[in-house]
C-alpha cells in the first residue's frame, strides 16, 4: 500500500514537471518559475512604462503583458478582440489612466467588477498633476516624465499586488527598494540638462507629451498637438512655433516615436523660409518605449535615450 502511493506520488511530480517545462517554454523572457513552485501572477498592463518596471520588480513572481507595443500610440489605440481576451484572463490589471487610454476606458471598467484593476495615474494626488492648457479642469496624463511621481504611481501598483498576494508581500517590497533605488540614476544622468544654455533649452515636440519633463529640468515645452494626438496641429500652431524657435535659437526639434512626424517637418519648412535653420534633433520616446530586449525597452533605458537625444541636440553635440 505505502509503495504503491510513493509510486503515485512519483508520477505526479513527474507530471508537475513536465508542466512547468511546459509552461516555461511558452514565454521565454520569463524562464524562470516562482520561488515556491506556485503560479505567477499574471498581469496585464495597457503601457510598457508601466509593464516594464511591474516586470522588473516582481521577478519571479509575476508574468507580465503589455497590450500597447513599440509605437502604439496609446490616446488613439482601440482595444482589439484579443486583448479583450488577455484582460479576461488577468489577475491584476494595471493602466495609466486620467484619460491618456481614451479608447480602453470601457472595457477597463467594465471588467474592474470581476478582479483588480488598477489606473495607477490616478492614486496621485491632484494638486501634483499639472494641467491640460487647453482643456482647463482635465489633467495632464503623461506623468511618467516626472519620475519622482511615477515612482509613487508604481508604488500604487505594487501595493496592489501587495494585497492581492500577501503570502509575497515582502519580496515584493524587496523588489521595489532595488528598482527604486536604480531609479536614482536618473537624477544624476539629468544634471547634465542644466548645461544647455537656458535660452535655448526649449523643448519642441509634435504633441505635448514633456511637461513634467520640462517642468522636472526647466525646459520650456512646446508640443504643436496637444496634450492628447486627437487633436491636429493647425497653420497658427505650426506659426507661433516656429516664432518661438526664432526668438530663442532654437537649433533643434524633435519627432516621437509614437506621432506622426508631418507637422515637425512642417515647422522645419516654414522655418527654412524664413530663413533660419533647424534640425531635427532625433526621436524621442514620449507615450511609448523602445522595443522589448533593448536599451531603450525599459523605462530607465527610455528616459536616459530621452535625455541624451536633448542634451545632444541642443548643444551641438559636445559632450
Ligand atoms: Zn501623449
Not at 8 to 18: Q, T
Not at 20 to 48: K, R, W
Not at 68 to 77: A, C, E, F, T
Not at 169 to 182: S, V
Request: one cysteine or more; a negative charge; proline letters at 4%.
Amino acid at each position: 500500500m505505502k509503495k504503491a502511493w510513493k509510486k503515485l506520488l512519483g508520477f505526479a511530480i513527474i507530471i508537475g514537471v513536465l508542466f512547468l517545462a511546459a509552461c516555461g517554454s511558452d514565454n521565454a523572457s520569463e524562464g524562470e518559475e516562482g520561488s515556491s513552485g506556485d503560479e505567477p501572477i499574471e498581469i496585464v498592463t495597457t503601457i510598457a512604462q508601466i509593464g516594464e518596471p511591474i516586470s522588473q520588480i516582481g521577478g519571479d513572481l509575476v508574468n507580465v503583458e503589455t497590450l500597447m507595443g513599440p509605437s502604439v500610440d496609446p490616446h488613439l489605440y482601440d482595444p482589439t478582440q484579443g486583448d479583450i481576451a488577455t484582460l479576461s484572463e488577468a489577475d491584476v490589471v494595471f493602466y495609466s489612466g486620467l484619460h491618456l487610454e481614451a479608447n480602453m476606458e470601457e472595457p477597463l471598467e467594465s471588467i474592474s467588477s470581476e478582479k483588480p484593476v488598477l489606473a495607477i495615474g490616478e492614486t496621485l494626488p491632484k494638486d501634483v498633476l499639472l494641467e491640460d492648457e487647453e482643456e482647463p479642469g482635465a489633467p495632464d496624463p503623461h506623468i511618467w516624465f516626472d519620475y519622482n511621481l511615477w515612482q509613487d504611481a508604481l508604488d500604487a501598483a505594487v501595493e496592489e499586488l501587495k494585497e492581492y498576494a500577501p503570502e509575497h508581500a515582502d519580496e515584493l517590497e524587496e523588489g521595489k527598494q532595488e528598482y527604486f533605488a536604480q531609479l536614482e540614476e536618473l537624477d544624476e544622468e539629468a544634471a547634465k540638462l542644466q548645461d544647455i544654455p537656458e535660452e535655448q533649452r526649449v523643448l519642441v515636440t509634435a504633441h505635448d507629451a514633456f511637461n513634467y519633463f520640462g517642468q522636472l529640468h526647466d525646459m520650456e515645452v512646446v508640443g504643436l498637438q496637444g496634450i492628447s494626438t486627437e487633436s491636429e496641429a493647425g497653420v497658427s500652431d505650426v506659426n507661433d512655433t516656429i516664432s518661438i524657435i526664432e526668438e530663442h535659437e532654437v537649433p533643434a526639434i524633435f519627432v516621437e516615436s509614437s506621432v506622426n512626424q508631418d507637422t515637425i517637418n512642417a515647422v522645419i519648412e516654414g522655418a527654412a523660409d524664413n530663413g533660419m535653420e533647424v534640425e531635427i534633433g532625433g526621436e524621442l520616446f514620449s507615450d511609448a518605449m523602445g522595443e522589448e530586449g533593448t536599451e531603450e525597452g525599459t523605462y530607465i533605458g527610455m528616459y536616459k535615450h530621452n535625455i541624451d537625444t536633448i542634451y545632444e541636440a541642443l548643444t551641438g553635440g559636445d559632450e
